[in-house]
């Protein structure tokens, strides 16, 4: 294996749409999810985390074919919870195993039994896994790459709102369900992520003094 070969990355991450959230001047709350697409060519894996809502089906394809991908070619769909931001074009990737949060399911009715509320993770590939992450919703997962050229990355849904709720934790603890349990996921996450895909922001890096 020559250089050039050892330093391409196992597994690529692409971010189709930066997730948001703001007030607009009406004081109308705007918002909507992260779409994050994983490859990793040398496991056959491609792997859409999040789908947007309904109203970016059209969006979605566009995203799809700028990387010369179809929605059949995607073989993984991984929902991180059920909000309507993060699960609203499924029916696209009818050739894909579909996880949303604790469910996993293929072929329209073909359930995956797994533990993944004993803290359980669920291995996709070797480089790919999805880990329970409860607070946001009882049921929220993170998906953890390794193997890409930014090391391990996280994409944690609504886990972590933006980089900026790291600081102000009023930004995440007003969408959260369980105050505790979502702090106790934020710490496992932050203890084993180089970089962080978030519902609503751009994807950071984690300061590992923090």
Same mark, same amino acid.
């Given at each position: 294996m020559n250089v050039a070969a050892r330093n391409v990355a196992a597994c690529q991450?692409? #971010?189709?749409?930066?997730?948001?959230g703001y007030e607009d001047e009406t004081s109308t709350y705007r918002a909507n999810g992260t779409i994050t697409l994983v490859r990793s060519q040398s496991e056959g894996i491609t792997l859409l985390v999040d789908t947007g809502s309904p109203w970016d089906r059209e969006f979605l394809i566009q995203k799809l074919q700028e990387h010369e991908l179809q929605p059949q070619d995607v073989t993984h769909v991984v929902c991180t919870h059920g909000h309507v931001d993060h699960v609203g074009n499924l029916n696209l990737f009818t050739m894909a195993t579909h996880m949303v949060s604790h469910d996993i399911v293929k072929d329209g009715d073909k359930y995956t039994l797994h533990e993944l509320? !004993?803290? %359980?993770? $669920?291995?996709? *590939? @070797? *480089?790919? *896994? #999805?880990?329970p992450t409860a607070g946001h919703t009882s049921r929220d997962v993170s998906v953890v790459v390794r193997g890409?050229?930014?090391?391990?990355?996280?994409? /944690?849904?609504?886990? $972590?709102?933006? +980089? /900026?709720?790291?600081?102000d934790d009023k930004l995440w603890k007003s969408n959260s369900e $369980?105050? +505790?349990?979502? /702090?106790? *996921? &934020?710490?496992?996450?932050?203890?084993? /992520?180089?970089?962080?895909?978030?519902? !609503?922001? @751009?994807?950071? @890096? #984690? %300061? @590992?003094? &923090?």
């Open positions: 991450i692409v #971010v189709l749409r930066d997730g948001y509320r !004993h803290d %359980n993770p $669920f291995q996709i *590939s @070797k *480089s790919i *896994s #999805v880990i890409t050229d930014k090391g391990v990355v996280v994409i /944690a849904g609504d886990l $972590f709102e933006c +980089e /900026a709720d790291l600081q $369980f105050h +505790e349990l979502h /702090a106790t *996921s &934020r710490d496992k996450v932050l203890g084993i /992520a180089d970089w962080i895909v978030p519902g !609503h922001g @751009k994807m950071f @890096k #984690v %300061n @590992k003094r &923090r």
